[in-house]
């Protein structure tokens, strides 16, 4: 933090308000040095407020309405049926068979493939760029170029960083095209599945969405939805089996609610108190992992003293540090 100014705000009606309430002028991401050179500023999550942002955001909002979610449910089921027997199968390998189930659902969803398989398949080459690109974006793991653009113009030999970015970018884009290619061309041969790219192919020009841009909205979504589910569901994973109580005490709701012979759907949700309880309860131990990447910027300076301050939210919405500095 250095010689600025940092507010900490530790009340958690005040964060919500902030993040919440106010999302619309919190929202804003600082520009990350890494973020541009790999992906030329277009990955939704990480990329700040612009007219590209603005209508990759419009194309992903289709994709997250309730009505949406609830028509992906099947494809959820599908693969879920999958991640069990596998479980039952092979459960020394959970932490493959937990990414392929979180990044094929997506895939089905957005691009209309999906992997039965870890090794050898599109999961295996997302999770090897993914790697690659998560690992570099952590705090830490690269010289702070964000706060000394200095370090920028140093010689490849001394910043072994702007290689790597390369090579990211080569994967990415190889990778994210292709999958739009596959759904053009399913279009093209009339063999649609109704993935969200179809639809969104059918909309490109009305969208003003170039090719490039397309592909990105759909990549993010998969940079998204992967990592993080899966992240989720290994802790959770982690959690029952540290706590053998309470898996016991969950199966049995799980087996009083639902019965044996069936396995839960969405709809029994309502009436699983203790599992929801423990599923949010894994949420809040895991999703400060994101706290540590996203940072978010003011875009008013009604609401906060100077626009363009940063805001750290740690562990969402309980505590969250301001500090009056303009990004770079
Ligand atoms: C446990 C799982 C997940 C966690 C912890 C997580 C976390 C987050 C966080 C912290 C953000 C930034 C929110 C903000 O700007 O205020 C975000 C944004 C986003 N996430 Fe997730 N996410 C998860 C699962 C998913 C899944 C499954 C998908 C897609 C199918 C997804 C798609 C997105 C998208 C598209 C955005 C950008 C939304 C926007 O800018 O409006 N996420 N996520």
């Known amino acids: 933090m250095g010689a600025t100014t940092a507010i900490v705000l530790s009340s958690s009606r005040a964060v919500h308000k902030l993040l919440h309430l106010r999302s619309a002028n919190t929202s804003d991401r600082p520009s990350i040095h890494f973020n541009n050179i790999t992906t030329g500023g277009l990955n939704l999550i990480l990329s700040p407020y612009n007219s590209t942002w603005k209508s990759m955001r419009r194309v992903v909002k289709d994709m997250l309405t309730h009505d949406a979610c609830m028509a992906s449910l099947p494809i959820q089921r599908a693969e879920a049926t ?9 459960p020394q390998a959970y932490y493959t068979h937990i990414r392929r189930y979180t990044n094929s659902v997506i895939l089905a969803i957005v691009f209309g493939i999906r992997c039965a398989r870890y ?7 997302f999770y090897e760029v993914q790697r690659l690109w998560a690992d570099n974006l952590e705090p830490g793991a690269l010289p702070p170029i964000d706060v000394v653009p200095l370090l920028r113009y140093l010689p490849e030999r001394w910043a072994s960083w702007k ?13 994210y095209f292709r999958l739009v290619d596959r759904s053009r061309r399913r279009i093209q041969e009339d063999r649609r599945n109704g993935c969200f790219m179809e639809r969104v192919l059918d909309h490109q020009e009305q969208y ?34 540290a706590s053998p109580e309470v898996q016991t005490r969950a199966h049995r709701e799980i087996n009083e609610v639902v019965g044996r012979d ?14 929801d309880a423990i599923i949010k309860e894994v949420n809040v131990m895991t999703l400060h992992q994101d706290d540590m990447l996203i940072r978010f910027r003011s875009t008013d300076s009604d609401l906060l003293p ?23």
């Open 306 to 328: 100077q626009r363009g301050s940063l805001i750290s939210p740690y562990r969402m919405k309980l505590l969250m540090v301001i500090q009056f500095q303009k990004a770079v």
């Open 262 to 275: 069936r396995s839960p759907r969405f709809e029994d949700f309502e009436n699983l108190p203790y599992l």
């Open 119 to 125: 090794e050898g398949t599109i999961v295996d080459e």
């Open 163 to 175: 290689g790597l970015s390369r090579e990211i970018r080569k994967r990415q884009r190889n990778l």
């Open 208 to 241: 003003k969405l170039s090719d490039e841009v397309l592909a990105y909205t759909g990549g993010t979504v998969l940079d998204a939805g992967s990592d993080t589910s899966a992240a989720f569901l290994q802790s959770f994973m982690f959690c029952l089996v």
């Open 82 to 90: 999958q991640l069990m027997f596998d479980l039952l199968e092979a």
